[in-house]
């Protein structure tokens, strides 16, 4: 079975640019979760989907960060302005659905550098 | 609110000798506790879960955890450390009242093996 696909692995940009990750879960997963990990800290939920449906985004800062799903399938999360403080790893997960009592799985990341 | 604690920011251990990684949790309704690795430049592994049943599980590299709901405990443990689990490791909860099987994680301990 394949894992959750991330890319790219490494990004380095200057504030005020742009970028853009993309995630492609295990097949069959509906629910899809973007997480940001600030060196030295857990990771923390910026966004969930459930199929292409937002569950939950209340800590997605909305005035620079944006995320989809179209199709339910794989997603892509965006960053325009970036910010300093927005260096970071981007982590995807996906689980089976949202009544699935076991663990998540992740993609290896993206590291998001901002010069 | 649900959150977790993970006390120790670093932990340091001689090979062959047993290790512990503490967790503590703050949940709604009976929790589903989880314990994953991180290696440098990687996402996160899957460990070992929680959900019902005996108390003591256990997981993948010869770790298991103690859930202590009287303590709010879920300890990570391995008897005989091996300098090659060095790594990052993170504890998660999602509480069982939540239909959006959202989790919740630690600040990650670091753990040194060694040699």
């Known amino acids: 079975e394949a894992g959750v696909a991330q890319s790219p692995r490494y990004k380095i940009i200057e504030k005020r640019q742009s970028v853009a990750f993309w995630c492609n879960p295990i097949?069959?997963?509906?629910?899809l979760y973007w997480y940001q990990q600030i060196l030295g800290q857990g990771p923390k939920l910026l966004i969930q989907?459930?199929?292409?449906?937002?569950?939950?985004d209340s800590q997605l800062p909305k005035d620079r960060f944006s995320a989809e799903r179209l199709k339910g399938v794989d997603s892509t999360l965006k960053i325009q302005p970036a910010k300093l403080e927005d260096s970071a790893v981007y982590l995807c997960?996906?689980?089976?659905?949202?009544?699935?009592?076991?663990?998540?799985?992740f993609g290896e990341g993206s590291r998001l550098t901002v010069l | 609110a649900q959150s977790v604690a993970q006390p120790e920011d670093q932990v340091n251990v001689a090979e062959g000798n047993p290790l512990t990684v503490k967790c503590t949790y703050s949940?709604?309704?009976?929790?589903?506790l989880f314990w994953y690795v991180q290696y440098p430049n990687r996402g996160l592994q899957f460990l070992l879960k929680?959900?019902?049943?005996?108390?003591l599980v256990k997981g993948s590299y010869g770790f298991e955890a103690e859930f202590n709901k009287s303590q709010t405990s879920f300890h990570l443990k391995k008897p005989s450390a091996l300098v090659s689990d060095s790594a990052l490791y993170f504890c998660?909860?999602?509480?069982?009242?939540?239909?959006?099987?959202?989790?919740?994680f630690g600040s990650g301990t670091k753990l040194n093996v060694k040699p």
């Open positions: 997960a996906s689980s089976y659905g949202i009544s699935y009592t076991g663990e998540l799985f």
């Open positions: 097949s069959g997963h509906a629910t």
């Open positions: 989907f459930q199929n292409n449906g937002v569950v939950d």
């Open positions: 949940v709604s309704g009976n929790p589903y």
């Open positions: 929680y959900i019902t049943g005996d108390n």
């Open positions: 998660a909860v999602r509480d069982s009242v939540s239909n959006f099987n959202k989790f919740y």
